[in-house]
């Protein structure tokens, strides 16, 4: 079992907003070493701090016994582990000075983020100042004494009795495409999903709909004439309800779904995949699935506990259509100049948007200066040298000047109802109360880059 002595949220600025101390092993100042630390990272270059890392503090003190004439100096190492998330651009830490699981106490930060999240519906630096106590309160029954309790939002509502303070959406940061909610042609804006699930709306009653995001991260390394070298798909279907009553959810996934290089089910029967069928590597379910009929018609059967949670995980090696491709040339133009020339086309339909298209790119650490030129009529198009780190930034399109050292390139991205897997909800049925009970059923597909890669 995990034990922690500490748990802290920061903000980017490193204000400490909660602090909780659970065994008063670790110094008061932790949060402020922390904070340095992660700094000092970004400083040397690094592009993040690692997850996980010890921090080696060193005492000198002298020895006590007579024999000795000028003492001792003896070294104690004083060691601290440190563990972090980020998530919605706030630090999630702990700390501790035994041996523990990193990944579980990592889990442990994504847990206490995502019920924290549930509670106020808006995770942010504001939403957590306005909720101190709440948020307090949540820690105490989530970790006692350091050890982890329970990180179920359904189990803690028996024991929470503080109301969340709701933080004004017109303050939000305006949301892009890739938060649209789809019903049939109906549109529902992403914040919608930032509801807290203790809260009822304004009359007193709630509002019954069920949130359903299907996002998959793709990671693909081009060479360098342009072809696919590895290719892989993480994904996660992921739901978030506001039904009450908790009713029977029927999810269905693609007919043609097969699991396994085999085409084989998970219950290793038989199955025909055709050109067409998607066919995952493996996958895993939350534990409130029932596969009973998966088998037989690719259909979850669920009873939704309060708040978000993923209802399953997959993963995908099998050949997919990119959505960009990446070609990238380069040419000595003289003694000390090279020139790279970069093309990015997309591979999707002209109906779908991406936005938030970077293309980055590292060059030599001896590059001194650089210059751009965009293809005629390219508008809403960026360029940056960042000469701290040597890189060259280029939002949407762009064509770069580097050296013979440069590269690969890379993309970030984000492409909204666009999946590369081609996995699809069917259909979402809902076990009826009442011949009159309809609640909205809300799905959205989102596509971002993992690590996009194209070597040069």
């Known amino acids: 079992m995990a034990m922690i002595s500490q748990f802290f949220v920061l903000s980017q600025r490193g204000d400490n907003i909660v602090f909780r101390d659970y065994r008063g092993e670790v110094q008061k100042g932790s949060a402020e070493i922390f904070f340095r630390k992660v700094k000092f990272w970004k400083e040397d270059g690094e592009e993040e701090a690692p997850p996980v890392f010890v921090v080696i503090t060193v005492y000198e ?16 190492l004083d060691g601290v582990n440190y563990f972090h998330v980020k998530v919605a651009g706030l630090l999630f830490v702990a700390t501790t000075r035994v041996n523990v699981s990193p990944s579980l106490v990592l889990e442990l930060l994504q847990r206490i983020a995502r019920v924290i999240k ?18 307090y309160e949540l820690l105490d029954e989530v970790i006692d004494f350091g050890y982890v309790e329970t990180t179920s939002t359904e189990v803690l509502k028996s024991y929470i009795f503080n109301e969340p303070i709701v933080v004004d959406l017109a303050r939000l940061p305006p949301l892009g495409p890739a938060s649209m909610f789809m019903q049939g042609t109906k549109r529902m ?4 999903v930032t509801k ?43 739901m978030k309800s506001y039904l009450t009553g908790n009713p ?4 269905a996934l693609n007919d043609d ?3 396994g290089r085999g085409g084989r089910s998970i219950y290793d029967y038989n199955s025909s995949s055709g050109a067409g069928a998607v066919i995952l590597d493996d996958c895993n379910f939350h534990e409130s699935v029932h596969l009973d009929s998966f088998d037989i018609d690719r259909t979850l059967t669920l009873v939704p506990s309060d708040g978000e949670f993923p209802v399953m995980n997959y993963r995908m090696t099998q050949e997919f259509k990119p959505p960009f491709r990446i070609n990238a040339l380069i040419e000595e133009a003289g003694v000390s100049r090279a020139e790279v020339i970069l093309k990015v086309r997309a591979e999707f339909s002209s109906n779908i948007t991406a936005n938030t298209v970077v293309v980055l790119m590292p060059l030599p650490t001896y590059t001194t200066r650089v210059s751009f030129e965009l293809e005629p009529g390219a508008v809403g198009n960026t360029t940056d040298f960042k000469e701290a780190n040597k890189r060259l930034e280029w939002g949407l399109k762009k064509a770069r000047n580097i050296t013979r050292e440069a590269g690969p390139v890379s993309m970030t991205f984000t492409i909204p109802m666009y999946n590369a897997s081609r996995l699809q909800v069917k259909y979402l049925h809902i076990a009826k109360k009442s011949k009159t009970y309809n609640p909205y059923r809300w799905v959205r597909y989102v596509t971002q880059a993992n690590s996009y890669v194209a070597r040069i």
């Open 248 to 251: 029977e959810i029927r999810l």
């Open 257 to 259: 779904l097969s699991i």
């Open 61 to 76: 003190r002298s020895s006590q016994s007579s024999k000795e004439e000028n003492g001792i100096s003896l070294l104690n």
């Open 189 to 192: 804006p992403g914040t919608a």
């Open 118 to 135: 549930d509670y106020l519906g808006v995770l942010n630096e504001d939403s957590l100042r306005k909720n101190f106590v709440l948020v």
């Open 196 to 238: 807290s699930v203790v809260a009822n709306e304004p009359g007193g009653r709630k509002r019954e709909e069920i949130f359903v995001d299907i996002i998959e991260k793709i990671s693909v390394t081009f060479s360098s004439s342009g072809y696919i070298l590895t290719s892989e798909i993480d994904g996660t279907i992921q």
